[in-house]
């Protein structure tokens, strides 16, 4: 399966939003994200209509987290923000399938779209990005000496 560019930002968004404690604004976060601002603006004004960031307006304002939004799981949130057109392209360009009276592939296919969204149920936006150390992190690097 394959999520849509803008689930995939809208999620990106979520997970950083999830280790953050201060508001950040919307171009801090495309920055962050490494995404263009405009497609982090409207996964942003999406993310708020579904409850899952709060907006502060105003000189000091940003957006946040909610407590609905570290809670959320991905499956659900991918079922609001993919757009649910069909796995495969049933209808062509040039008309009506041939075998549409008797397939089930568009069938088979939404169902495991359904299971592929049903397996990310248990996978919640607070626990998909691990929360950074606090202070400076230090790295050792060990060497292997023969002797």
């Known amino acids: 399966m394959r999520i ?15 280790t953050q404690t201060e508001l950040l604004t919307t171009r801090e976060l495309a920055t962050l994200v490494g ?3 405009n497609h982090v603006s409207k996964a942003v004004l999406k993310l708020r209509q579904m409850g899952l960031l709060l907006a502060m307006r105003g000189r000091s304002g940003g957006v946040r987290i909610s407590a609905k939004g570290l809670q959320a799981t ?11 057109t069909d796995v495969a392209a049933c209808e062509a360009a040039s008309g009506d ?4 009276h008797g397939c089930g592939l ?3 296919l939404n169902q495991a ?5 049903a397996s990310l149920d248990n996978v919640t936006i607070s626990s998909l990005a691990a929360t950074p150390p606090a202070g ?12």
């Open 4 to 18: 849509s560019a803008f689930s995939d930002v809208s999620l990106r968004v979520l997970m950083l939003l999830s």
């Open 35 to 37: 995404t263009p601002y």
């Open 74 to 84: 991905v499956g659900s949130v991918l079922r609001v923000l993919d757009d649910h």
């Open 97 to 100: 399938c041939p075998l549409a």
């Open 106 to 108: 568009r069938g088979a």
């Open 113 to 117: 779209r359904e299971a592929f969204y």
């Open 136 to 147: 400076p992190v230090f790295v050792t690097l060990h060497t292997r000496q023969n002797g």
